[in-house]
Nanobody
Framework: QVQLVESGGGLVQPGGSLTLSCEAS????????MGWYRQARGKQRELVAI???????TYEDSVKGRFTISRDNAKNTVYLQMNSVKPEDTAVYYC?????????????WGQGTQVTVSS
């Protein structure tokens, strides 16, 4: 079973920066795409950013220009660089991997890491 392990969450002041990491227990080429989702208290989980196996990125509108998703294939790790953070970025951030083959589709999730933006 492939596992995703997030790290890097914590408390950051508004306007500050934070980098989240997601290490996969298998090659990240296992996944058609990987990404980050977040869930704020009392809200539904939402997509933050996705990166395809080919390196194509997609961002949720509210984080465009502030967050950057990237991948290190040699380390089987995906990153989320968060700059100019805002209180509304406070949430549990989840790493996600999606695999699609001829006979199945599968979603993989990390355990989540808390990001709190507060002064």
């Amino acid at each position: 079973q492939v596992q995703l392990v997030e790290s890097g969450g914590g408390l950051v002041q508004p306007g500050g920066s934070l980098t989240l990491s997601c290490e996969a227990s298998a090659s990240i080429f296992t996944f058609n795409h990987m990404g980050w989702y977040r869930q704020a208290r009392g809200k539904q989980r939402e997509l933050v950013a996705i990166i395809s196996s080919g390196g194509v990125t997609t961002y949720e509108d509210s984080v465009k220009g502030r967050f950057t998703i990237s991948r290190d294939n040699a380390k089987n790790t995906v990153y989320l660089q968060m700059n100019s953070v805002k209180p509304e970025d406070t949430a549990v951030y989840y790493c996600h991997g999606f695999t699609e083959r001829l006979t199945y589709q599968r979603d993989y999730w990390g355990q989540g890491t808390q990001v709190t933006v507060s002064s």
